[in-house]
Nanobody
Framework: VQLQASGGGLVQAGGSLRLSCAAS????????MRWYRQALGNQRELVAA???????DYADSVKGRFTISRDNAKNTVNLQMNSLKPEDTAVYYC??????????????WGQGTQVTVSS
């Protein structure tokens, strides 16, 4: 099983970025998909989560600015980030609860993608 994240980069404050994460491998189904971030010197924090039925949850710091979405048919999760602030600068990681073809549940992480917001 692999989670491949993409879409990070450098953007000015107030700008937008869209992160994508694609799951591949021996996947039967995916339950909750999440985006975390970790800024330099800080702990990893949950940014947003989305269940297989589309229920979402956001960290207070990103509510109203970030939108998480998913395509169940393609096993992808996206994070649309608008009105970016310098404090959003971090490495962003996708994470998912995956039921494998062997019918085992695993919690899997992607490799991380850097988001840098300049002031």
């Amino acid at each position: 099983v692999q989670l491949q994240a993409s879409g990070g980069g450098l953007v000015q404050a107030g700008g937008s970025l869209r992160l994508s994460c694609a799951a591949s491998g021996s996947i039967f189904s995916i339950s909750t998909m999440r985006w975390y971030r970790q800024a330099l010197g800080n702990q990893r924090e949950l940014v947003a989560a989305i269940t297989s039925s589309g229920n979402t949850d956001y960290a207070d710091s990103v509510k109203g600015r970030f939108t998480i979405s998913r395509d169940n048919a393609k096993n992808t999760v996206n994070l649309q980030m608008n009105s970016l602030k310098p404090e959003d600068t971090a490495v962003y990681y996708c994470n998912a609860d995956i039921l494998t073809i062997a019918r085992s549940w695993i919690n899997h992480w992607g490799q991380g993608t850097q988001v840098t917001v300049s002031s």
